[in-house]
């Protein structure tokens, strides 16, 4: 198992509702990328945080926002909630801009109604 | 932007058989192709990876192996054991680039008979 975790386990929300979700990298790792896995999907990429900076991004909306925290744990923000947004969402820590090895923590699975 | 695409999409095997799982990617500037078996309801694992400077790798039960000039990459697993049935995903990165940022295959359901 990794070092990686995430709360919470499991969130259903309303759409329209804002929600956050978090990460705790592993010792060592001063990055944290976010991907959403969609039932039956493989991981898509959102955007990666490096010493507390956005760090690349994804084809995804700006109501999908995110911070990185001076101990590199790392959060995910997402604004409006639409129903497709119900999904596995995934982080993955790294060292060095996530140009190495990444490992996922367990997820969030989020659930909008 | 690269685009990765990986066949089969299920595979059913026999105990002790191999399984091979293909990939094919777009982006001739990616370099690192790593491979993750995901458990129902679990984090996805990293297995094995492989970087562009090298045709194969091993370990123990599982190989990878790359062709850059065709641009595919493949997993081979021998003597499969029922604990091997998951969903497997392979995926590319640049790691010239700022960021590492992986992009997936669809995924593949691998289920070994006993």
């Known amino acids: 198992e990794t070092g990686v975790t995430q709360s919470p386990t499991h969130l259903i929300k309303t759409r329209g509702q804002q929600v956050t979700l978090r990460c705790s990298s592993q010792?060592?790792?001063?990055?944290v990328s976010w991907y959403q896995q969609a039932l039956g999907q493989g991981p898509q990429f959102i955007f990666q945080?490096?010493?507390?900076?956005?760090?690349g991004r994804g084809n995804f909306p700006p109501r999908f926002s995110g911070l990185q925290f001076p101990n590199y744990s790392s959060e995910l923000n997402v604004n409006a909630l639409e129903l497709d947004d119900s999904a596995l969402y995934l982080c993955?820590?790294?060292?060095?801009?996530?140009?190495?090895?990444?490992?996922f923590g367990p997820g969030t699975r989020l659930t909008v109604t | 932007g690269e685009n990765v695409e990986q066949h089969p999409s299920t595979l059913s095997v026999q105990e002790g058989d191999s399984a091979v799982i293909k990939c094919t990617y777009s982006?001739?500037?990616?370099?690192?192709f790593p491979w993750y078996k995901q458990e129902l309801g679990k984090r996805p694992q990293l297995i094995i990876d492989?970087?562009?400077?090298?045709g194969e790798k091993k370990d123990q039960r599982i190989a990878v192996t790359l062709n850059k000039t065709a641009k595919h990459f493949s997993l081979h697993i021998t003597e499969t054991q029922p604990e091997d049935s998951a969903v497997y995903f392979c995926?590319?990165?640049?790691?010239?680039?700022?960021?590492?940022?992986?992009?997936f295959g669809q995924g593949t359901i691998l289920t070994v008979h006993p």
């Open positions: 993955a820590s790294s060292s060095t801009g996530g140009r190495y090895e990444q490992y």
């Open positions: 010792s060592g790792h001063n990055t």
């Open positions: 945080y490096y010493r507390e900076e956005e760090n």
């Open positions: 982006d001739s500037a990616s370099n690192y």
């Open positions: 492989i970087r562009s400077n090298v």
């Open positions: 995926a590319a990165s640049n790691r010239g680039t700022s960021y590492g940022k992986l992009t």
